[in-house]
């Protein structure tokens, strides 16, 4: 069982990053993209989170066994695949500014709930909510903060927030599914929540909710990625499809790709620079990481 990914430390108000209205048209963002492929035996499954030193996380397929493992790419080309101990299947969401990491994996044991964990060179340490049967960490913050999501019961999931050894509740007011998906260092997260099989962007910050949703979204919309100065990435949701994009100071742009069917975003860092995944096909991608504007 796992989640697409589209599965405090300084008080900032929101409205100074986050104005709720865009009412123009999107634009497409401006991108000078560079791409990478999967390492040999291997497909991409997903393309998420990048750290400031341009390490992308994500997941890989084994094409023999279709086991699901997790990598870090790092920004001189090469690929470190990682599977957590005593696990079936593990992913890599998040990457911290200092290289600690955020994943989830399955465990192969019976019986094989979710359990998430953090991951610095070596050091590796299981994070599991109290109680709760699935447990899934999707990033952490250069203070060690985390945000991720538990299972609540069998028909709610809700988000959380670890910091200094405490949890807290990230649970959007009326949804029984929410999903943290990043911590800024000034401890602004970004995440997504479901109604039905709607999702809707928020931003959270010390237990306030700010709704942000691309404009005529079928589907709707997944925040994937912040940075500290509150720039935001996402996907938004037409059909079968997810499309990537930015939004800063009220505006949301559209990241494209030339040729591709679709482009998707999985994180942002500091500096602007988007990861993500680029779909020829359905089954056919490469991954990417972009300076937008």
């Known amino acids: 069982m796992s989640l697409p990914r589209f599965v405090s430390v300084f008080v900032i108000a929101l409205t100074v990053f986050l104005p709720i209205a865009a009412v123009h048209a999107a634009e497409t963002a401006s991108c000078t993209f560079e791409t990478f492929t999967a390492p040999p ?6 393309v998420n989170g990048i750290a400031d030193d341009g390490t992308v996380v ?13 990598f870090t790419y790092s920004a001189t080309g090469g690929f470190t695949r990682y599977s957590a101990p005593n696990s079936l299947s593990t992913w890599l969401y998040g990457r911290s500014p200092s290289g600690m990491n955020a994943g989830a994996y399955q465990a192969s044991a019976y019986p094989s709930g979710m359990h998430g964990f953090l991951l610095q060179g070596s050091q590796f340490a ?16 250069q203070q060690g903060a985390a945000v991720g999501s538990f299972s609540a ?7 959380f927030l670890l910091a200094n050894g405490t949890y807290s509740i990230i649970a959007y007011p009326g949804a029984n599914f929410s999903y943290p998906q990043a911590i800024s260092n000034n401890g602004l997260v970004a995440g997504y929540y479901l109604v039905g099989a709607v999702s809707y ?16 979204a079928e589907y709707g919309t997944a925040l994937v990625g912040i940075n500290n100065s509150g720039v935001i990435v996402g996907n938004y949701f037409n059909g079968d499809f997810g499309f990537g994009f930015l939004y800063e100071n009220g505006a ?42």
């Open 126 to 141: 299981a994070v599991n909510y109290p109680g709760a049967k699935n447990t899934w960490l999707f990033d952490v913050n």
């Open 58 to 70: 994500g997941q890989l397929v084994d094409n023999n066994t279709q086991a699901l493992v997790a």
């Open 153 to 159: 019961s069998p028909t709610v999931t809700k988000g």
């Open 252 to 293: 949301f742009k559209k990241i494209v790709y030339s040729g591709a069917k679709y482009t998707t975003a999985g994180g942002i860092n500091d500096s602007g620079v988007v990861s993500g995944q680029i779909f020829y096909s359905d089954t056919d991608s490469v991954g990417f990481t972009a300076a937008c504007k």
């Open 201 to 216: 962007g928020f931003v959270w910050h010390n237990g306030d909710f700010t709704a942000i949703n691309y404009p005529k």
């Open 41 to 46: 035996g291997y497909s991409l499954s997903a």
